[in-house]
Each structure stands twice: as C-alpha cells, then as structure tokens.
C-alpha cells in the first residue's frame, strides 16, 4: 500500500519518527495506522534503509514490512491523505525518492527469489 505525502502530495510509504516509549516495530505500525489506516503484523527486522532530506533535516528511516490484517475506513489522517493498493513494479514507477524506490525494489527481487546481478 502507497499513500501521498500530507503535504506535497507525492506517493510514499507510511513513516514517521520512532515514538516516545514505542520500539522502532511498534512505531512503524502505529504510523500505518494513522496515515494509511491499516492495522497487522510488523516485520522484527526491517527490510531496508535509506537517507532522505525532509525541508533541512537529513533523515535516516528503516522500512518494516507489515502483514495487513485490517483496512480501517476510518483513520486520522484520511483527510489529507489518499491510499492505494498497487504492486511493486507500480510503486518502484511512481515512487519519486530514490532510496525508497531502492528498498522497494530490492524486497521484490527478495520476494520472487531471484538474484539480482552483483
């Protein structure tokens, strides 16, 4: 599942800093909770990492997979925020930050259990 970001719009993945008592694992489904209303079970390891620039700040984010067990038709960010299911080939072609594209990809080929050229 892909939402747009709150403020420019373009597609992304839930993220967020980690909480204030909350594991890095239980941060990433509280955010997927609140900006993509979904609810599951968070992968213990994340599945990859990259390095973005949010206005001045210099942002490090681990990406967890999640197995979604529930789509909520209401959430709290549902009002800035579109959702949607698509595949992976989709997302790497939409998506627009270079390094989520990058673990995105990477968790395909995982995935399909293929290797990727070295």
């Known amino acids: 599942m892909l939402i747009t970001s709150s403020r420019r719009q373009r597609w992304t993945i839930p993220k967020g800093f980690v909480k204030t ?3 890095p694992v ?7 909770w609140e900006e993509a209303g979904i609810r599951g079970v968070v992968s213990q390891v994340p ?3 990259y390095v973005y620039t949010k206005r001045t700040l210099l942002l490090r984010v681990a990406v967890f ?3 979604v067990e529930e ?3 209401v959430w709290p960010e549902q009002w800035k925020r579109q959702r949607q299911w698509i595949s992976l080939a989709e997302s790497v072609a939409i ?3 270079p390094g989520l594209r990058g673990v995105i990809e990477k968790f395909d080929i995982a ?3 293929t290797q990727a050229d070295a």
């Open 26 to 32: 239980d941060s990433a489904g509280e955010e997927a």
């Open 65 to 67: 997979s999640m197995r």
């Open 111 to 113: 995935l399909s259990g």
């Open 21 to 23: 008592g909350l594991s």
């Open 47 to 49: 599945i990859g990492r």
């Open 95 to 97: 998506i627009e930050e």
């Open 71 to 73: 789509i909520l038709e």
